[in-house]
């Protein structure tokens, strides 16, 4: 499970950043459609990352702070990739220079 | 891997066959020569945009990290806050202009054998958690202080 591997939940997750947010508001933003954003909170909230709550009608999703564990994940994963993409460019670097 | 008390701390490593001054420069102004732009960048978000132009690491205590989008436009990623070539490196994250905090990214070069060992650890993960239903004024009260004295900016 991949929560972050998709862009559009990357861009949401980091909407909700910036404070709690309903499902209209975040499709607002984004160039999906509403059933679409709706989808990707559902893998978000299965992953750990935003809780949700009901106002009324409205569902008001927020990052839940104690589920970041999909993020360190995330991270983890990513900086893997780069400090290996990074040895290679030193090696090309010390071949250039020989 | 040690943690701290939250444990969203991470740390990775990797020995490189080249002098601590070189393992910093290809880390700093080499930076796109190495960072997978094609999937980590802001443009790139937008996956019908593709890939941004490039990543810029304008180097020095008060440099930077930022994309220059194919449009033009640049997007900011991160400021330096430490800058001690070539054993030391310490970068205030922060892609997104609205997020509530930046993260914390500190690199380490050591001689190790005949090669570098490069050791870096991301944290501050969970601020960006924290207080998020109270709201950007309570949150600004708290953690971040820590970071008042740098100015806020983007980039992942």
Do not use: C
């Not at chain 1, 990707?40 to 992953?47: M, S, T």
């Not at chain 2, 701390?9 to 094609?38: D, L, N, R």
């Not at chain 2, 980590?40 to 810029?56: F, L, N, R």
């Not at chain 2, 990290?65 to 194919?70: G, I, S």
């Amino acid at each position: 499970m991949d929560a972050l591997g998709d862009p559009t939940r990357r861009r949401i997750f980091e909407l909700l950043q910036s404070g709690p947010r309903a499902v209209g508001e975040l499709a607002g933003e984004l160039p999906v459609s509403r059933p679409a954003v709706s989808q990707h909170l559902r893998v978000l909230k299965e992953a750990g990352l935003v809780t949700e709550r009901r106002e009324g009608t409205r569902r008001i999703y927020r990052l839940d702070p104690d589920g970041l564990g999909e993020l360190r994940a995330y991270f983890d994963k990513f900086w893997t990739t780069a400090l290996e993409s990074f040895e290679a460019a030193v090696e090309r670097k010390g071949e250039e220079k020989q | 891997m040690s943690t701290q008390e939250t444990g969203l701390v991470i740390q990775k490593s990797a020995v490189v066959a080249a002098s601590p001054e070189k393992a910093f420069e290809v880390f700093t102004e080499g930076i796109a020569t190495w960072w997978p732009i094609e999937t980590h960048s802001i443009q790139a978000m937008d996956k019908e945009a593709g890939a941004p132009e490039t990543v810029i690491f304008e180097t020095g205590p008060s440099g930077r990290v930022y994309e220059r989008m194919t449009s033009g436009e640049e997007a900011h990623w991160a400021n330096v806050l430490v800058w001690e070539p070539p054993t030391r490196l310490v970068l205030e994250w922060k892609v997104n202009p609205d997020a509530i905090a930046p993260t914390e990214i500190e690199v380490r070069f050591t001689p190790e054998g005949e090669g570098t060992r490069v050791d870096l650890e991301h944290r501050g993960f969970e601020a960006l958690g924290k207080d998020a239903e109270e709201g950007h004024q309570s949150y600004s009260q708290g953690w971040p202080k820590v970071f008042q004295d740098f100015i806020e900016t983007v980039g992942k």
